[in-house]
């Protein structure tokens, strides 16, 4: 599971363009992610998942 995280950040840090931002979003309340933080999902595999498509869709403007 370390490289699946390894990978969700470095794609975190792309997406957000700042490290810090990215920090920043995992700490704060996700109406996408049913008010729950991302970093809760950051524990199994499957949150993992959940957060590369979510990360996916603030790239492409989707969300935000």
């Known amino acids: 599971m370390t490289k699946e995280l390894n990978n969700l950040y470095e794609y975190g ?5 700042d490290k ?10 996700c ?3 049913g008010g729950r933080t991302p970093a809760s999902y950051l524990i199994s595999p499957d949150g993992i998942h959940i957060l590369r498509q979510t990360l996916g869709r603030i ?3 989707v969300i935000s």
């Open 59 to 61: 790239e492409h403007g």
């Open 13 to 17: 840090y792309q997406v957000f363009g």
């Open 31 to 33: 109406t996408a992610l």
């Open 20 to 29: 810090t931002k990215f920090h920043q979003w995992l700490e704060r309340k």
